[in-house]
C-alpha cells in the first residue's frame, strides 16, 4: 500500500508541556523522599507510552510502570533504561524475556515467586521484585494470611530481591473513605508482618492518583498516579484547576448538505429533521474510538460553537447538525475533545454523555488516529 502524503483529517494532539506541568504538579504534592512511579500501561492511557515516557523521567519520575511484558520490552527497545514495574500477571512463556529486558515483577502468587526464582537461578541474576497483597481489590495479589507462606519460603527464593510491596486501593475515589482506610490498615498489618520476619522491602506503595490527592498519609515511598498525569482529576476539587489537559482531539467536516423538514440520517433514521438543516459529516466514527452511545447525546465544537451529534454514529463517520453554525462549511476544525474559541469539551464530559469513564475514552482512540506531539 502507497502511504498517503496528505495530512489526515482526525488527529489527537499530544500537549508534553501539559503532560510534564501535570508531574510536577503531582510532584509538589509530595515529600521529598517520596519517589513518583508514572503509569504508562495502555500506550500512556492512549497518548503514546514511548513519547511519554522519557518525558516523565525528564520531569522527575523515577519508575516507569507497564501493565504487559511486550508493553515494557518497547520502552526498553527505544532506549527507555529507567526501571519499569510489570503490574499485570506473569505467564510462564514470558518470564525469559522479562528477565532478559530487566522488567521488575509484581508477584500476584507464592506460584509466581517460584516461578521467577525457577528462571532466574540458572541465569545467576537477582531479579528485583514487588510483591502484590490484595487488601480489598479482589482482582491480582496475595491474600494477606498468604504472605506468612510466602516469607516461610523466602530462603528457597535466593535469586529473588524483595524491592517493594504494595497493595491498590479499591473505593479511593469515593467520598466515604472507610473501605480505603480498611485497606490500608490492612496493609499496614502485612508490612509489619514481613518486618518483624526482617523483611524490609525499599518501597511500599499504595497510591493511585485519588489516594494521592485524599489520603497523603499513604503516600508510602512512591506514588503511582496515572489519570492526573493526563490531566483529569479522580474527583471534583479545587486542586483539579492545577492540572491541564493533554489530549485534543480534532476533525474536519468533509461534508456539508441541506436537508428539508422530516429527513432522516444515519443508519435507522433514529434522528428525523424537525426544521430545514445543514447537516455536516464528520470522518471519525467507531473505528476510531468514538463511542456510539454519544449518538443523539453527545457534541463537538465547529467555529467555537456546539453541534450536537445527530443520528447513529457508524463504523468510520458520524453526522452532526450545525443548522445554527450558518457560516460552517467544508473543511472546517470539528473539536470532539478540546478547546476552540472560548468552549472546550472536556474528555470528562465525553466519558458522561457515553457513558463511560474518562480512562475508556483515552483507551478507545484506535490506533488509525495519527498522535501528534505539541512540545
Known sequence: MTPCSTAPPTVADIDVTAFTHNLCAVRARLSASCELMAMVKADAYGHGAVELAASALQAGATWLAVARCDEGVDLRLQGIDAPILLLGPIWPDEVDTLLAYRLTPVLGSLEDARLVQQHAQPRGQQVGVHV????GMGRLGLQPHQVPVLLDEMEALSHLDWQGVMTHMATADHPDKRTT????QCFCRVVQTMHDRGVRPVYLHAANSAVLYR????HGQIVRPGLALYGVHPFEAPEANVLRPVLSWKTRLARVETVVSGSGVSYGHTFVTSRLSRIATLPVGYADGLCRRLSNVGEVLVQGRRAPFVGQITMDMCMIDVTDIPQAQMG??????GAQGEDRITVEAMAAHGGRSPYEVFCAISARVPRRYIV
Open 132 to 135: 502484590n497483597v490484595d487488601t
Open 181 to 184: 482506610q480498611e485497606q490500608w
Open 215 to 218: 489520603f497523603p498519609q499513604m
Open 332 to 337: 472546517d476544525e470539528a473539536v470532539l475533545i
